[in-house]
């Protein structure tokens, strides 16, 4: 079985606004946006926040997921962060 090891990230922004993102390297990927090599939209945001990682098999199943998270909306986002906190121990 191949090692997971393709990430799709959200990170909330400090002006309240989330990120989703791909890597294959969740810490390295962070300091790159808090230090204003990342995207472009997270330039002027911080602090920025992990909120929330998935790992992957794939590239391509990363992307895909990745891509269909961007058309999400604030609400589905934080319908996705809110489950995990209540299922959390």
């Known amino acids: 079985m191949k090692e997971a090891n393709h990430y799709v990230y959200i990170l909330e922004c400090g002006d309240g606004t ?9 810490a390295q990927r962070i300091k790159m946006h808090k230090s204003g090599k990342g ?41 996705l962060l809110q489950n995990l906190t209540e299922d959390s121990p």
């Open 18 to 26: 989330y990120y989703t993102g791909y890597t294959t390297d969740v």
């Open 39 to 79: 995207a472009k939209y997270t330039r002027g945001r911080g602090p920025l926040r992990l909120v929330y990682q998935e790992a992957f098999a794939t590239k391509q199943e990363a992307m895909r997921a990745e891509y269909d998270m961007k058309k999400w909306t604030r609400q589905d986002k934080e319908a």
